[in-house]
């Protein structure tokens, strides 16, 4: 009988400690609460966070990510709202902050104002993403780098660390808002080969046709191919919006985008992966299937304005009485080619599409900045400063879409997919490939798995990493939207 209870307890041992396939995740989409001064602002904030987090724990979530600027609204002043994380006292925000975390026995991401005094005595503001263990300490510290018309904000040092592991088994990423864009933090952080998962707490403001939330944060998880966690400010009317957990094959667990101010916690099942699925291997047979937009959002009230350089822009107008087309669409010796197939209802559709093609440098002061574009745009007349903003619908459902091409990269160019329909979703059933293992040029190809209708926007957006005066190497579309918006705050 000993030697059967021994064999028991092993086999009961080794379930317990049988690694878990999935785990359980959380972001939300908030639209802050304000109060009569910064200090009950923050209060009423880290209130309705508990709540959140009793909602989150008590669907077993093991991780709950909150949006950028959720617990001072967006403010363009710090000085009232930034928080002393030496501050350890009983009523301190950081005390709150882990007694959340402590009390639900859950991982913590949140985003706050932060003060420092340095050795001068001058004090110095961040935008500054915590991490809190189960316990309630802070595991991770994280400063945002690429800040976006934040004046008063110091960025944050480049050679920060930018990952934590938790005891769930998952290697995370961490970085806010714009810094999706910049190869400093958003590709460095793979310098640890352990980075499956990314948290991402966003203020991310849409703009059309390449730079709506869903879109960008898509665009990201598929062309590196992991998990995404993305939390954002929710408050559309003024372009604020869109979360979602998003996995590795251009799908997503589930997606939020509102129409007015809202609050909504996603909670979600995320498959563990054991490392980036590399996107090099392309090739491999793209089913048809059924129009891909099953799953519409209302964004009839949401914001966006729309921020192209059409006049620079190479553009070819998509014929819409041939049902199966190629076409190659070159801007000076940048090329690629779209095969486009209509479905037979599709054909002579009054809709107007044009190919876009884009490769150039960008000044700003002394600094230049470049960008590569091929994409596929919806447009409201023949006019090509038509292309790429917002329709409510089309009348065109096609079977398939590719884009591909070998495509530039001497300057280390990272390529990923930009895709928006009329409701200002990505578009999920795509297969992406960029096989970059050469020197000067990479093979990129974003095909869809199933024929969508009311598309907008279906392209590739590459970015560089090099021709910046800094380490941050500030993308080109960040830098017009800097010109042209300068009262918005991120």
């Avoid at 110095?124 to 300490?137: C, E, I, Q, S």
């Avoid at 895709?419 to 990505?426: E, H, R, S």
């Avoid at 598309?455 to 993308?475: D, M, Q």
Wanted: net charge negative; aromatic share 10%.
């Amino acid at each position: 009988m000993k030697g059967v209870s021994a064999i028991l307890f092993t086999l009961f041992l080794a379930i317990q400690h049988k690694p878990t396939l999935a785990y359980k995740a959380a972001v939300l989409e908030y639209y802050p609460e304000t109060g009569d001064s910064p200090e009950a602002t923050i209060k009423k904030n880290l209130k309705a966070y508990g709540t959140y987090a009793d909602t989150a724990k008590s669907q077993s979530a093991e991780i709950l990510v909150f949006p950028e600027y959720g617990l001072t609204t967006i403010v363009s002043d710090p000085t009232d709202y930034a928080v002393d994380l030496t501050d350890s006292s009983g009523d301190s925000v950081l005390t709150k902050l882990s007694n959340i975390a402590r009390e639900r026995q859950i991982y913590v991401v949140v985003n706050l104002l932060e003060k420092e005094r340095d050795s001068n005595t001058t004090t110095k503001y961040y935008n500054t993403d915590l991490v809190l263990d189960k316990n309630g300490a802070i595991i991770l510290k994280y400063r945002k780098i690429n800040l976006f018309q934040e004046d008063m904000l110091t960025p944050g040092d480049a050679n920060q660390t930018q990952t934590f592991s938790t005891t769930f088994g998952v290697t995370f990423g961490i970085f806010t808002g714009y810094d999706i864009l910049f190869h400093y933090p958003s590709r460095n952080i793979f310098k640890n080969s352990d980075v499956t998962d990314v948290v991402y707490p966003s203020a991310w403001t849409s703009y059309m046709p390449f730079l709506t939330s869903l879109s960008t944060q898509q665009g990201y998880t598929t062309a590196n191919g992991i998990n995404l966690l993305a939390a954002s400010y929710g408050r559309p009317k003024e372009g604020h919006g869109g979360s979602g957990i998003f996995l590795p094959n251009g799908k997503a667990a589930e997606l939020y985008i509102a129409d007015s101010a809202s609050s909504k916690i996603i909670v979600q099942e995320v498959s563990k992966i054991s490392s980036r699925e590399e996107k090099s291997v392309c090739g491999g047979i793209v089913p048809f299937g059924l129009p891909g937009d099953l799953n519409k959002s209302n964004v009839f009230n949401y914001k966006t304005d729309t921020i192209f350089d059409y006049p620079r822009s190479k553009f070819m107008k998509v014929d819409m009485s041939v049902r199966t087309s190629t076409l190659d669409v070159c801007h000076c010796d940048f090329c690629c080619t779209f095969e486009i197939t209509l479905d037979n209802s599709s054909v002579s559709s009054p809709d107007i599409y044009k190919l876009a093609a884009f490769d150039g440098i960008v000044e700003i002061g002394n600094t230049n900045h470049h960008v590569r574009i091929c994409s596929l745009l919806a447009c409201e007349n023949d006019s090509n400063d038509s292309c790429g903003k917002r329709l409510e619908s089309t009348n065109t459902t096609f079977t398939k879409l590719t884009v591909k091409g070998n495509l530039k990269r001497e300057d280390k160019t990272f390529y990923v997919p930009i895709t928006v329909d009329a409701f200002l979703l990505p578009i999920q059933q795509t297969k992406f490939c960029n096989n970059h293992n050469e020197t000067n040029s990479a093979y990129v190809e974003l095909t869809t798995f199933q024929g969508p209708a009311n598309v907008l926007v279906f392209g590739l957006l590459g970015k560089t990493v090099s021709g910046a005066a800094s380490v941050h190497a500030l993308g080109f579309f960040v830098l017009v939207a800097f010109i042209i918006l300068k009262s918005v705050v991120f």
